[in-house]
Nanobody, 113 residues
Framework: QVQLVESGGGLVQAGGSLRLSCAAS????????MEWYRQAPGKQREWVAIINRGGSTNYVSSVKGRFTVTRDNAKNTVYLQMNSLKPEDTAVYYC???????WGQGTQVTVSS
């Protein structure tokens, strides 16, 4: 049974930082690409970032230079370091297994102005 458990969300002021974690089980984590998505109130879910099994990364343009996705295969965990946060980053953040339909439950990030 595949499980993805996100954590690390919270309330932060604009300009602040948060680090999200996504702990995976039930998959061969090191063989999988991992993605982050987010969904703001009243908006469609948006792709944010990907890290492939080799560690290469890519980001949506709105977060480039501010967000960094990393992974620790020994801990079966993917991280999203978010710096210089803006109110428009407010959303529920989800992790997902690339090319599979496995999602976490989401973690709320709220950035106040």
């Amino acid at each position: 049974q595949v499980q993805l458990v996100e954590s690390g969300g919270g309330l932060v002021q604009a300009g602040g930082s948060l680090r999200l974690s996504c702990a995976a089980s039930g998959i061969i984590f090191s063989a999988k690409g991992m993605e982050w998505y987010r969904q703001a109130p009243g908006k469609q879910r948006e792709w944010v970032a990907i890290i492939n099994r080799g560690g290469s990364t890519n980001y949506v343009s709105s977060v480039k230079g501010r967000f960094t996705v990393t992974r620790d295969n020994a801990k079966n965990t993917v991280y999203l370091q978010m710096n210089s946060l803006k109110p428009e980053d407010t959303a529920v953040y989800y992790c997902k297994v690339f090319l599979d339909n496995y999602w976490g439950q989401g973690t709320q990030v709220t950035v106040s102005s």
